[in-house]
């Protein structure tokens, strides 16, 4: 099988190490595959496996316009582009499939390229559908083209499965396949005393950690003002591991001073590997108001054996367990994350069996073995039954 994923996307998120993962694994299972992706960091982490990277630029995300760049006329140009890439690749080897993922533009053109060349498109969808995409005009557009040009849709879980349902997609091109994370690089580990020191966190400090992409809706606001809280209630050994890059940095960064808490926030920076940072903390914390599909930073910490206190947003339910593998509060209720994160803080039996308890969870429904499989099963179906089903990879 011959599969082509493309992406518009520069920094790395959450949608960025699920495309990292996937291709990563079909590489190892022989699938022949290319990503095709415009120049940044996420290019420049692709550019270290042995995945061939294609250098193309979509241009500005309808998103960041609402849609409204949706009627520019320079997407004819992108279009064109697209166009002339796949008939390029088609002519070295002809394409099985092509996979997109994230924003809607990039989904239309990719997916009008592609279908006027025979190829058959799956698009993946990892959160639920943006407010602008469920209204008119741009509701009409998005239900024609991923009701008629899309083979499949992958919905990462089962909210968004249901959001694409609200709007009318058509519920035999659905695929619900939950985002899954590797198990052998996310395995719990005792704190390493020499990274500690490296990050600057004493031995006897209680560590909470976020990993995500730095943007208001994600949240950190209200988890600095529950340390500042929890801190003046007497648990002053609490110090809050921040991981991720962002627009909202310097907010939360000014923040984090105007609360007293430069010395205790460590904004660690995007890292392309985080699980021994995961392994220097005690709990993970995702205050996410966002419309979430299934986090991947939510697994991970799961993975590692840590206990979460997350909000309720989107299918992070569908991961965490209230009063198992940790504990879920409303999205926004800044009381009710404080004394959630106390009761965790204040009970470190609990924060092992919490962890414990997410951590089987995790194996028994998260892995990437689980979702590499279900992921090629969806393929199948798209590609056909003449697709063949190994590489003809040297």
């Not at 279908?115 to 008119?136: F, K």
């Not at 400090?205 to 809706?217: D, E, F, H, I, M």
């Not at 923040?255 to 808490?261: E, N, P, S, T, V």
């Not at 028994?364 to 190994?390: S, Y």
């Amino acid at each position: 099988m011959r599969v082509l994923f493309v992406t518009n996307a520069r920094e790395i998120g959450g949608a960025e190490i699920y495309l990292q993962g996937l291709t990563r694994a079909l590489w190892r299972r022989g699938i022949y595959l290319r990503v095709v992706c415009p120049p940044g960091p996420l290019a420049r982490s692709l550019a270290h496996d042995p995945i061939p990277v294609v250098p193309l630029d979509l241009g500005t995300p309808a998103g960041r316009y609402r849609g409204l760049n949706l009627l520019h006329p320079g997407n004819l140009a992108h279009l064109r582009s697209v166009r002339r890439l796949l008939q390029q690749l088609q002519t070295e080897a002809p394409l099985d499939l092509v996979h997109v993922q994230q924003d809607f533009k990039e989904k239309l053109l990719v997916s009008l390229a592609a279908r006027q060349q025979g190829i058959p498109v799956i698009w993946t969808e990892h959160g639920q559908l943006l407010p602008w995409l469920t209204r008119p005009p741009c509701r009409y557009l998005y239900q024609w083209a991923a009701n008629h040009l899309a083979s499949r849709i992958i919905a990462v879980s089962e909210t968004v499965r249901r959001s694409l349902l609200q709007i009318n997609i058509r519920p035999d091109l659905i695929r619900c396949v939950r985002n899954g994370i590797p198990a052998n690089e996310f395995q719990p580990q005792p704190p390493d005393p020499k990274r500690r020191a490296m990050l600057g966190i004493a031995p006897d400090r209680l560590v909470l950690t976020t990993a995500c992409r730095l943007r208001r809706s994600k949240g950190l606001q209200y988890a600095l003002q529950s340390l500042a809280d929890l801190r003046a209630s007497g648990f002053d050994r609490l110090v809050y591991l921040i991981l991720g890059e962002g627009k909202h940095r310097l907010a939360l960064e000014a923040q984090a001073a105007r609360l007293g808490l430069t010395s205790s926030v460590i904004f660690a920076g995007f890292q392309p590997c985080v699980a021994p940072y995961l392994a220097q903390s005690d709990l993970f914390v995702y205050p996410s108001v966002d419309r979430e599909g299934l986090p991947l930073g939510v697994l991970e910490a799961m993975a590692m054996g840590l206990p979460v206190v997350a909000t309720a947003a989107g299918d992070t339910a569908e991961a965490v367990q209230d009063g198992v593998t940790g504990y879920l509060v409303p999205p926004g209720d800044q009381r009710a994350l404080t004394a959630a994160l106390q009761k965790l803080v204040a009970d470190p039996v609990r924060r092992a069996a919490f962890g414990a308890a997410g951590r089987d969870r995790y194996l028994q429904r998260f892995t990437l073995d689980r979702m590499v499989a279900e992921t090629l099963a969806v393929f199948a179906e798209a590609a056909g039954p003449t697709a063949p089903k190994e590489s003809l990879r040297a």
